[in-house]
């Protein structure tokens, strides 16, 4: 058993581009259901159309010289905000007026039904179907590191991985900043006064309908520029990545970090994370050197269906005993309410 | 101020309820940790000769003809028991066809395309092998699928269009049966505590994998199938009681928010299908009896008999939860709770009775749905999740909270997605469900047998 590899397993996937990518989506979720109380469940639907968006532009139009300058990748990045503005519309416009019950179930089917029609070979001329779609963004062209990287002195990053965490981490400090500054604001404050009570400020006259819609859609963007980062890091985009476990990890990253709180989907994304590596590769490890007599119990093949079995523990004990997460305020969770 | 979860300071209470759940888990390991026992020995002890040896199986068949003829060989690609393994089998007079291998991994399956029938063939020429067939660890029956072209060729008369619309009506009706059957208790549940239910998919899957176990996996009691289905309902049932017990009654003592027992649903749902995944190896099954079946014709309907069966079986049980809803006090006193549960608490009704029996109710007819859905497809860890969302949808179409209204929303998000295969390619067949419902949502919000209230 070498208790180091575990811990620098569980240090990497942390600061990776994975925890980055959810760490963007729980960002995303946390204003939508944090802040407004919208319980958006089809988070991963606006992650896959963000990374579709772009990647299919880009596929289409894999140049784009505007005054000597490629515009192909920004553009790609701006068709992606507009997919996931596009499917918030969609979404909000039948549900908003209901019970928030009806959001979560029609949110989770469309992300389905985009993932199944994404998938399908109907669609494959467009999407690729199930085999999924490459595009050259010429992401990696313009990249400045050479190299590996290390940090802490011990965990390794190669160039590329470096370049994608940079931009990724810094999409989260940008959207992190601006629903800070956001949640300061008049904007903000009424958001939370939908959250708290939904008659009280359509009685004092707010536009609880527009202010739900514009929180859907601006959560939902950010869920999409988290799916672009993931389809950038890959210069691929899949069905089977955009699964419904994308709403759900998110779903518990921003409950353990807290819920309406700035660095709640931060923290909560990278301990996830690392809790989700370092299990797993204490799993492997522990199979592999018979630690505990584990390797009687279950066999390499489990131990990513256990992974998935920590994580929806850890979900229910949290909700159970911690619901305002780590940094969460118990008097401004909404969980316990009845 | 909304009021947290826990916000009493009895902390000794939360850790009683911890120490529930965790026993509850273990309890459900203890039942079906004896299959994947049972599938160790098996394994480590292939050169043993006791243990069953996996056997590779398929059907040939064009539509419902069987293929017989057809020969086909299995290669080793990598097998650890035997890597020079090879094997032929030509399929039986009922299109079928089996090969022991001699243990687990994987095998280039190929048909040998010279031997095929004149008057049939491959759907698609190229994919007459598949090169990469895996036997799982502990399988002992693996089927292979093999399409064929059910309407060329001149020996074959094609169904005329209406006999395949009819057949698919069918078909639908089916489904929405299985679907009606397995969120009755969703729908139920919700009316009653307000708890949309993400780990219902699971309770579904929970009844097939009991019965399974008890009627085919070689580490199981190998009861007959009826038996199997008695007994796995009961401990469906029973689970879903102790769930109610231990999980969902003290969360809501603890007045924790329908909110927050959703999110715990969803825990619930990914440790349970994860569970079930660890303890299956995640490969599809088939129960014993069903393994393979040719069709039976009633007038211009085509399907197995076990269909049939199944579809049966479904309608007499919705048929009885609609009696014993309407005509005993049992059912009264559910649907007073469902309407209006503090009027109910006041006129004398054991509103946690009542909620524990509806939890028992819930979760055997969700078992059995399942089973009913096994023996017409397969069993597997993630069958049931595969169902949720088309559950919601039918539960949301047919009016939240309402029983009828999943029995009828079941049938028409059934039908709709199997007759819309008519039209359209098959992969979006539960894609069909989910838009009627997101349709009907903006016409209709509180579904179809709802009752209209005003929302937001």
Redesign the interface.
């Known amino acids: 058993m070498d208790w180091s590899i575990i811990f620098e397993d569980g240090l990497r996937t942390a600061f990776g581009i994975i925890a980055a990518v959810y760490a963007l989506t729980a960002v995303g979720l946390n204003l939508q259901f944090g802040y407004t109380g919208l319980m958006n469940y089809g988070q991963a639907g606006f992650v896959l159309v963000g990374a579709y968006g772009m990647a299919i532009f880009i596929y289409e139009v894999p140049s784009l010289e505007v005054g000597g300058v490629d515009l192909s990748l920004p553009v790609g990045f701006l068709i992606g905000c507009l997919c996931a503005v596009v499917l918030g519309l969609i979404l909000g416009i039948p549900t908003l007026r209901l019970r928030g019950d009806y959001l979560a179930i029609v949110t989770i089917s469309a992300a389905e039904i985009l993932r199944i029609t994404t998938n399908s070979r109907a669609a494959q001329d467009v999407t690729g179907g199930p085999q999924g779609k490459r595009f050259a963004s010429g992401f990696f062209d313009v990249n400045p590191f050479d190299g590996r990287f290390k940090l802490f002195g011990a965990v390794a990053f190669s160039a590329n991985t470096l370049w994608v965490m940079v931009w990724t981490w810094g999409l989260v400090a940008i959207c992190s900043v601006a629903m800070f500054l956001l949640m300061r604001s008049p904007w903000g404050r009424a958001l939370k006064a939908v959250r708290e009570d939904e008659d009280a400020a359509r009685a004092l006259g707010k536009n609880v309908y527009a202010y739900k819609m514009q929180s859907l859609v601006i959560g939902g963007v950010i869920g999409g520029m988290a799916g672009m980062m993931l389809a950038l890091s890959r210069q691929f985009v899949e069905p089977d990545a955009f699964q419904s476990s994308i709403t759900f990890l998110a779903y518990a990253a921003l409950i353990l970090g807290g819920l309406a709180r700035i660095f709640g989907p931060i923290l909560g994304s990278m301990l996830l994370w690392f809790v989700i590596a370092a299990s797993e590769s204490f799993l492997s490890e522990a199979v592999e050197h018979g630690f505990l007599g584990i390797d009687n119990v279950i066999t390499s093949d489990d131990i990513g269906p256990v992974r998935f079995m920590l994580v929806g523990l850890l979900i229910m004990l949290l909700v159970i005993f911690r619901p305002q997460g780590i940094l969460g305020d118990r008097q401004e969770v909404m969980l316990g309410n009845d | 101020?909304?009021?947290?979860?826990?916000?009493d300071p009895g902390g000794k209470r939360?850790r009683v309820?911890?120490a529930r759940?965790l026993f509850g888990a273990l309890a459900v390991l203890g039942v079906l940790a004896a299959p994947a026992a049972a599938q160790?020995t098996t394994t480590t002890a292939p050169a043993g000769g006791e243990a069953a040896t996996p056997v590779i199986r398929g059907t040939f068949t064009s539509g419902s003809t069987p293929i017989e003829g057809v020969t086909i060989t299995a290669t080793a690609v990598d097998v650890e028991a035997d890597p020079d393994f090879e094997g032929e089998a030509t399929s039986d007079a009922d299109g079928a066809w089996a090969i022991e291998a001699p243990g687990p991994g994987v095998y280039r399956l190929a048909i040998d395309t010279d031997t095929i029938p004149e008057d049939f063939a491959l759907e698609d020429p190229d994919r007459f092998e598949l090169p990469q067939f895996r036997v799982f660890?502990g399988s002992t029956s693996s089927n292979a699928v093999f399409r064929f072209a059910s309407e060329e060729g001149g020996g074959i008369v094609a169904p005329s269009r209406w006999e395949r619309m009819l057949n698919l009506i069918f078909s639908g009706i089916r489904l929405g049966l299985i679907i009606g059957l397995c969120s009755v208790g969703l729908s139920l549940v919700f009316g009653t505590t307000g708890l949309?239910n993400f780990a219902q998919g699971e309770l579904v899957t929970l009844g097939a994998l009991l019965a399974w176990f008890l009627n085919t996996s070689s580490g199981g009691p190998q009861w007959t199938l009826v038996l199997a289905v008695i007994v796995a309902v009961i401990l469906s049932g029973l689970f879903g009681g102790a769930l109610d017990m231990v999980l969902w009654r003290p969360?809501v003592r603890q007045?924790?928010?329908?909110?927050?027992r959703?999110?715990?649903s969803?825990?619930?749902?990914?440790?349970?299908?994860?569970?079930f995944?660890?303890l299956t190896?995640?490969s599809p099954n088939t129960f014993r009896q069903y393994a393979t079946q040719g069709p039976t014709d009633i007038g211009p309907i085509s399907f197995p008999v076990s269909t049939y069966i199944t579809m049966v079986i479904c309608a007499v049980v919705l048929i009885g939860v609609g009696l014993v809803l309407e005509q005993t006090r049992l059912g009264t006193a559910i649907r007073a709770v469902a309407d209006e549960k503090d009027l109910a608490e006041a006129s004398g009704i054991d509103v946690r009775r009542v909620i524990t029996m509806i939890w028992i109710g819930s979760t055997a007819l969700a078992g059995l749905g399942g089973i009913m859905l096994g023996i017409n497809e397969t069993v597997q860890f993630n069958m049931g999740f595969r169902l949720l969302?088309t559950m919601?949808?039918a539960v949301?179409l047919g009016g939240?909270g309402s029983a009828y209204g999943a029995m009828v929303g079941g049938l028409v998000v059934g039908i709709a997605s199997e007759v819309s295969t008519y039209w359209?390619?098959a992969?979006?067949k539960?894609?069909v469900g989910?838009?009627i419902?997101?349709v009907v949502?903006?016409v209709r919000?509180q579904g179809i047998l709802g009752i209209r209230e005003r929302?937001?």
């Open positions: 101020m909304l009021r947290p979860f826990g916000a939360l309820i911890v759940v160790e660890p949309v969360m007045r924790s928010g329908a909110l927050a959703m999110l715990v969803i825990g619930l749902a990914l440790f349970l299908r994860y569970l995944q660890v190896d995640g969302l919601f949808a949301v939240l359209i390619d992969d979006f539960y894609a989910l838009a419902l997101i949502l903006m919000p929302v937001g």
